[in-house]
């Protein structure tokens, strides 16, 4: 069960923000309104949220979920493969050390963006992308292993982060794309199909026995109500535009 979320408000100059989706520049009128129902759904779930001021000097700083992992035993913070985000992670231990005493992180040259990162109980898999290498994910291993957790490379093709193509959402049951659908990594999973044409509803978040999903996708929607869950849709439009989504807008822990 999760406790706590930290978001980090979107700030305007997120229009220049990194994307390859071709969807056009995000309205920040309209992001600012999706972030705040981003915000009820967390509270909805019972998460206390703590709420970051937005950077106007990091478009992409609303993504907050890339500069940290939030472990029960430790916080761990990123370096992102991103060199237009690495600034992204000033003040980050300062705002996590009101939670956690131990605090690591991963070093030059190493590079991890923890959008590669999904947790399945005490083991973390780790999606080898072009944000995240093989040094950075060696360095993050190690740390794991340090508090007696475990760490598993993915291999992937095809997707910006390990979780733009699969979800765990507990109970020994994950969405997964085409993708990852066979991966033999995670063959003793259940998996709920996410179709091609509805793929960016793999990044879901589940939070407390409820699924968050991105509005839109109503057979992914369907699937998951059907495996038992509650399912809170949310319009994430604008984030989307700058290849953002549900869990990418919050750390959880």
Known sequence: MFKHAIVRRPCRQMVHGLTSASLGKPHYDTAVIQHDAYIDALLECGLGVTAVDADSKLPDSTFIEDVALCTPHCAII?????????????????????????????????????????????????????????????????????????GIKVEMHDVLHLKTGVAYLENNTMLATHSFIRDPLFKDIQKIRVEKEEAYSANSVWINGTVLTPKGYPTSKKRIEKAGYKVIELDVSEFQKLDGGLSCLSLRF
């Open 78 to 150: 990123m370096r992102p493969g991103a060199k237009s985000r690495r600034e992204e992670t000033d003040g980050i231990k300062e705002i996590l050390s009101e939670w956690y005493e131990n605090i690591e992180k991963i070093v030059e040259p190493g590079t991890v963006e923890a959008g590669d990162i999904m947790m399945v109980g005490s083991t973390y898999y780790i999606g080898k992308s072009k944000r995240t290498n093989d040094i950075g994910t060696n360095q993050l291993i190690k740390i794991l292993e340090k508090y007696e957790l475990t």
